[in-house]
């Protein structure tokens, strides 16, 4: 787990964060921290924040359910970020 410093930094950069290279990513990810990230508890934010640290090729593959990570946490808030994604559109 992060420090509270580093945790408030990070939260900072998150709508940078969420912007990325490949357009589909980046419309899975920003939509859910709008409407889903201040709800979620600290280990779900932590979770989202680690996400944001793999490659856009990573996330498509995940995204398009061609590949699980290996981390359950990041697995979990993948779920949650394809739930999200589903339930809105």
């Known amino acids: 787990m992060r420090s509270d410093e580093e945790f408030a930094h990070r939260l900072q950069r998150l709508s940078w964060d969420c912007r990325r290279g490949m357009k589909e990513t980046e419309v899975m990810l920003t939509p859910f921290r709008d409407a889903c990230f201040d709800q979620l508890d600290r280990a779900g934010q932590e979770a989202f924040l ?19 990570p290996a981390d359950a946490a990041l697995a979990a808030m993948v779920d949650a970020v394809l739930a999200h994604a589903a339930s809105v559109s």
Do not use: I
Not at 50 to 68: G, H, I, K, Q, V
């Open 50 to 68: 680690d996400l944001l640290d793999y490659s856009d090729a990573d996330l498509f593959a995940w995204f398009t359910s061609n590949e699980r």
